[in-house]
């Protein structure tokens, strides 16, 4: 349910929900605090930013937040 209440949030503030979840999807795959990983990251724009520097990861992203989103659609029409 926290899917359909993010995509909603998003759409009342007027932003891209692909994109808003492609970056939450970012945040939470990794350990960004540069202990258990190369990574380090205070935010998710940050996240989100290093990941750019990653020659096609963010569009990895948003591919697979349009299909968790396409996924949480469905399951909440049936």
Do not use: H, P
Request: net charge negative; charged share 40%; proline share 0%.
């Amino acid at each position: 349910m926290s899917i359909l209440l993010d995509e909603a949030n998003a759409y009342e503030r007027g932003m891209d929900d692909d994109l808003t979840l492609a970056k939450r999807l970012c945040w939470d795959s990794y350990e960004w605090d540069g202990v258990d990983s190369d990574c380090v990251a205070k935010d998710e724009d940050d996240a989100w930013d290093y990941a750019g520097e990653i020659c096609g990861y963010q569009e990895d992203f948003i591919d697979r937040a349009r299909d968790l989103l396409e996924v949480a659609r469905k399951a909440v029409n049936e």
